[in-house]
């Protein structure tokens, strides 16, 4: 209806049409692939995003104790007795409360 009216003045040029379907379909593959490289990243909020930093130990953790992380306090568990000072490694988290080990233990296994 756009390409083959009567009219002259009332048809749209063919390339004015490929013009804007190809800008169209290259916004749309740029916004697509932007999508999908957000959900492949690492999660960087929440406990998700804790799991695998770095943390040094504020108070003995014997069974339970408090880890230094991210600028914060946090309430930690482990399998062992880590003393305070020493650096311990989020392995995953569970009702508020970090899961650590230590990290030379990490490092050997």
């Given at each position: 209806m756009l390409v083959d009216s009567p009219e002259p003045a009332?048809?749209?040029?063919?390339?004015?049409?490929?013009?804007?379907?190809?800008?169209?379909?290259?916004?749309?593959?740029?916004?697509?692939?932007?999508?999908?490289?957000?959900?492949?990243?690492?999660?960087?909020?929440?406990?998700?995003?804790?799991?695998?930093?770095?943390?040094?130990?504020?108070?003995?953790?014997?069974?339970?104790?408090?880890?230094?992380?991210?600028?914060?306090?946090?309430?930690?568990?482990?399998?062992?007795?880590?003393?305070?000072?020493?650096?311990?490694?989020?392995?995953?988290?569970?009702h508020q409360i970090l899961v650590v080990e230590k990290l030379?233990?990490?490092?050997?296994?």
């Open positions: 009332l048809r749209v040029s063919l390339s004015v049409i490929f013009t804007v379907a190809i800008c169209t379909a290259l916004f749309l593959v740029v916004v697509l692939g932007l999508i999908v490289r957000s959900h492949r990243k690492q999660v960087a909020t929440g406990f998700e995003g804790m799991v695998g930093k770095i943390g040094r130990v504020a108070e003995r953790i014997d069974n339970e104790g408090m880890v230094y992380v991210a600028g914060a306090l946090w309430k930690a568990i482990a399998d062992e007795p880590i003393e305070a000072g020493e650096k311990v490694k989020i392995v995953s988290g569970e030379a233990a990490h490092k050997e296994a």
